[in-house]
């Protein structure tokens, strides 16, 4: 083991006095430490008031989420000699909840917008026993859809790198979806499909901007941002229609006829009223003004779409 | 002559047209030969995994698999496409039976998957595939004291196994920014913002909010324009108060074309910078 020197630059905050800023710690210790091992160093050596939450050091608890260099994750699992950037690694508690002191966040408000959601099993009674004698049975292909969603430690390392929430604090937040999903998906539950997407979509699936920072986060691997594309999916086939659903259909009817989504006419038929179609006469206008062709307004089907459109249907049923 | 096959996505179409143009002009001052790979679909734009997930692959290693046919690698000026893509040919070449069996389907086309192909964006385009000292000596003219925010947008960045630079301290773009001349502008608020285009026909509301907010951040900071690698970003944020370019807009300017070939006056909000 060597021994390295940087510096940790923590974001804190007072809660007495209101005050955030950031603080240099500088340290000379193993290469082999953790995030976490790092922070206890600082504060067993050098100020025992730096404020933070862990407990397991296993990457189990889901305790010790923050943002080290920008990006969340867990403390624990993160070693502390691959974040150093120009001898410096920057600490700050997550966004999007309120900071009660330096790296620690109030988590309460993430788990109410958890409880609005439902995230528990409600017993289908077609499905599971009455009794505790007999085994209420999922077969392994069953589990399979939703077995990787359970691994959910709610760390809320996603949430707290989460663009959709640095738009609407109201947002419900990635792991939440991720839980309507995998009720859905469990062939033990009761609630309807529909009733559960509908808790989905209140400040849920429509305002997630599919940047990939969830999957980015989540130190077990979940992909909260690929169950929001498939809670948007059940929500087109089994709930109303709206901007989105139609944009969604639009968009593949589009692809499959001349291999290319037609943004012309995608604001026309998403918006479905008089503000659409302006969009598409405003573009046309604009189009003339250029001197672009009538050709060129939308895609057009390239020479051997036919073999395209059956490899469409091929995937569709093959795959 | 190196060669490249263009990968045509939704910002080559309609009132985004231009992109094609950009990008033909920023190859041939690279002295890249650009193969326009004709037959090549629709990404999928985070949208057919709506409908099915699968066909997205599908879609994908057809692309690619289009570029192999003609001996080139694919690059994508877009970020969305860019992940999309490289997030196929990741799921393709470690899941063999995955690949069998698309490769099945794209007989019929007298297509084949192989993985040869490398999937390029116009950040590792010039760092990898053009080099950083070739890109510098074709700069022929620099936007002296123009002070110009970097903003990579976010599928370049994430998920991690496609990052085309390292997520956490990403350098490729100011550096690909420095040669140009101008003046960095590092470390503004919310330049890691999402610029929301994706909401954009889902929750528009959404999208208002969060595009504004770099270039906030941005003009906060003293920039005089935002610089983004992709169109999407640039189509979701051009229209406020503070104007944005894609990065190849500035590099064709930089290498000779007028403003008006690199279509700066297609801009909504209008860029004054000037140049020497």
Known sequence: ?319 | MKKIGIYPGCCFQGADLHNYDITTDFLNKMGVEGILLERAACCGGGVIDETNKKIVYGLNARNIALAEEKGVDLYTPCNTCYMIIAKTKLALDSDPELKSKINEILKEEGLEYKGSAKIYHTLNLIRDFIGMDEYKKRIKRKFEGVKVAPYYGCHVLAPNEVALDDPENPTVLQEILKPLGVEVVEGYQNEQTCCGYHARFTDPEQKERLAVKPLDGAKKAGADVVATPCPLCHKAMDGYEEPILQVTQLINVACGSDPKEAFWDLNKTEVKISFS
Not at chain 1, 94 to 112: N, S, T
Not at chain 1, 231 to 244: H, P, Q, S
């Open chain 1, 1 to 319: 083991m060597e021994k390295i020197k940087y510096i940790a630059k923590i974001k804190r905050f007072n809660p007495e006095t209101k005050e955030s800023f950031w603080q240099d710690f500088e340290v000379e210790v193993e290469d082999s430490l953790t995030v976490l091992e790092l922070l206890m160093y600082i504060k067993d050596k050098i100020d025992p008031t730096l404020t933070f939450r862990a407990f397991c050091r296993s990457a189990i608890c889901g305790s010790c989420a923050m943002i080290i260099n920008g990006r969340a994750g867990l403390a624990c699992k993160i070693q502390a000699k691959d974040k150093i950037k120009n001898g410096v690694i920057k600490i700050e508690p997550l966004h999007h909840l309120p900071v009660i002191r330096d790296l620690v966040v109030d988590q309460e408000p993430a788990f109410d917008k958890l409880k609005k959601v439902k995230p528990y099993l409600v017993p289908d009674p077609k499905v599971v026993p009455d009794n505790t004698k007999v085994e209420s049975l999922v077969l392994p292909e069953e589990f399979a859809r939703y077995d990787k969603q359970t691994d959910c430690i709610l760390c809320m390392a996603c949430y707290g790198q989460c663009n959709a929430l640095e738009g609407d604090e109201k947002y419900l937040g990635p792991f939440q979806l991720t839980k309507v999903f995998r009720f859905i998906m469990d062939t033990r539950d009761g609630v309807d499909v529909e009733e559960r997407i509908k808790l989905a979509e209140d400040h849920g699936i429509w305002e997630c901007v599919q940047c990939q920072m969830c999957l980015a986060a989540c130190p077990k691997g979940i992909k909260p941002g690929d169950d929001i594309l498939e809670l948007r999916r059940i929500a087109k086939d089994t709930g109303e229609e709206n901007i989105a659903t139609r944009r969604a259909k639009f968009w593949f009817a589009t692809v499959f006829e001349t291999g290319q989504i037609d943004k012309w006419h995608l604001p026309e038929v998403a918006l479905g009223d008089e503000k659409g179609e302006a969009v598409t006469k405003k573009l046309e206008a604009e189009f003339r003004s250029r001197g672009i062709s009538e050709d060129e307004f939308g895609p057009k089907p390239f020479p051997g779409i036919e073999k395209f459109r059956n490899f469409i249907k091929k995937l569709e049923k093959e795959l």
